[in-house]
């Protein structure tokens, strides 16, 4: 994955799809439609590029910017490497923690 250029995920359902995850641990540019949780993960333009599901008009678009912007690609880069921060298993872990002790205090 590291070596690729740009992550497409052209899904028409979506849970939360750890391949985004492991796109932007991998400092890899996304473009994915706007389905189920994908829109809060991708923030549009700034750590990938989300296009409308059944829109290949637009998908087409999304793609050839990212390939011909090596600018853009950099300046996802960047973002996905700051943004995965918010995933880390150990904050995720210590937030539920922090929740649940809380939750019990009530």
């Given at each position: 994955?590291?070596?690729?250029?740009?992550?497409?995920?052209?899904?028409?359902?979506?849970?939360?799809?750890?391949?985004?995850?492991?796109?932007?641990?991998?400092?890899?540019?996304?473009?994915?439609?706007?389905?189920?949780?994908?829109p809060h993960i991708i923030k549009d333009g700034v750590?990938?590029l989300l296009v409308e599901p059944r829109d290949s008009?637009?998908l087409a678009k999304a793609i050839t910017l990212l390939?011909?912007?090596?600018?853009?690609?950099?300046?996802?880069?960047?973002?996905?490497?700051?943004?995965?921060?918010?995933?880390?298993?150990?904050?995720?872990?210590?937030?539920?923690?922090?929740?649940?002790?809380?939750?019990?205090?009530?």
């Open positions: 994955m590291r070596k690729s250029t740009l992550l497409v995920l052209p899904s028409l359902s979506e849970g939360f799809p750890n391949v985004i995850l492991e796109a932007m641990a991998c400092g890899i540019p996304i473009v994915a439609t706007k389905v189920g949780g994908i750590n990938g008009e637009a390939l011909k912007k090596p600018s853009l690609r950099e300046e996802i880069r960047r973002n996905n490497e700051h943004e995965i921060e918010r995933y880390d298993l150990n904050k995720i872990t210590d937030k539920i923690e922090r929740i649940l002790k809380e939750a019990n205090k009530n």
